[in-house]
């Protein structure tokens, strides 16, 4: 009985202990705007703008072919994608890119997109 004690005491602290060294960090960054405040390039390779007001700061961000373009749960072209934010100027966008780089993993869009 001692030893079952003993044995689940040290489980408890040591897993304490573990979870202490643990330590969160954010990996990526993400821009809250509506579909008005974003400038798509012309083409999947190019630079992104997102203007909230006329006194906001211009934020650029480079699009890649990596990026993914994505409308509720479909992934879209930038096409679509364009089509659907000229449709719908209000629609919540959420812009990700990688802390520290200026490069957008993928774009966001409330919505439902149908083909």
Do not use: W, Y
Request: net charge neutral; charged share 20%; aromatic share 2%.
């Amino acid at each position: 009985m001692n030893k079952l004690l003993v044995t689940s005491l040290l489980v408890l602290f040591s897993a304490g202990a573990v979870a202490q060294d643990t330590k969160m960090r954010s990996v990526e960054d993400g821009h809250e705007v509506n579909a008005s405040a974003l400038h798509l390039p012309a083409s999947v390779s190019g630079t992104l703008n997102i203007k909230n007001c006329t006194d906001c700061p211009n934020i650029a961000i480079e699009l890649t072919a990596e990026s993914q373009l994505i409308i509720g749960n479909t992934v879209v072209t930038l096409d679509e994608l364009r089509r659907f934010l000229d449709a719908n100027p209000s629609t919540p966008v959420l812009v990700v890119t990688p802390i520290g780089k200026s490069q957008v993993s993928r774009i966001k869009v409330a919505g439902n997109f149908k083909r």
